[in-house]
């Protein structure tokens, strides 16, 4: 299986910005398409940004569009989300995840489709 492990987490104002990384365990971390994902107090999980297995794709809900970046080295088999002009609505736990399951045509966007899970990091963004 594929272990995940999310680390970059932290407490930041509105306005800053946060880089979240996310290491995995797996040899073939390359034939995984990745993602982040979020779930705020009291809110279901939530797709925040994917990235295809290569990396010269990537999709982003439209809440974090503009502001987040998503990439991904399979040299060093990580994946990052970069968060700039942070806002308190982005007040989260932030989940990496993996899917093995290709779907043509597009990325994967619901919790349902990947297959792995890290254990979350916590992004606090304080007014």
């Known amino acids: 299986q594929v272990q995940l492990v999310e680390s970059g987490g932290g407490l930041v104002q509105a306005g800053g910005s946060l880089r979240l990384s996310c290491a995995a365990s797996?040899?073939?971390?390359?034939?995984?398409?990745m993602g982040w994902f979020r779930q705020g107090p009291g809110k279901e999980r939530e797709f925040v940004a994917g990235?295809?297995?290569?990396?010269?794709?990537?999709y982003y809900a439209d809440s974090v569009k503009g502001r987040f970046t998503i990439s991904r080295d399979n040299a060093k088999k990580s994946v990052s989300l970069q968060m700039n002009s942070l806002k308190p609505e982005d007040t989260a736990v932030y989940y990496c995840?993996?899917?093995?399951?290709?779907?043509?045509?597009?990325?994967?966007?619901?919790?349902?489709?990947?297959?792995?899970w890290g254990q979350g990091t916590q992004v606090s963004v304080s007014s």
């Open positions: 990235i295809n297995r290569n990396g010269d794709y990537t």
């Open positions: 797996t040899r073939t971390f390359s034939s995984y398409t």
């Open positions: 995840a993996a899917a093995s399951t290709i779907i043509w045509g597009r990325l994967p966007t619901e919790s349902h489709e990947y297959d792995f």
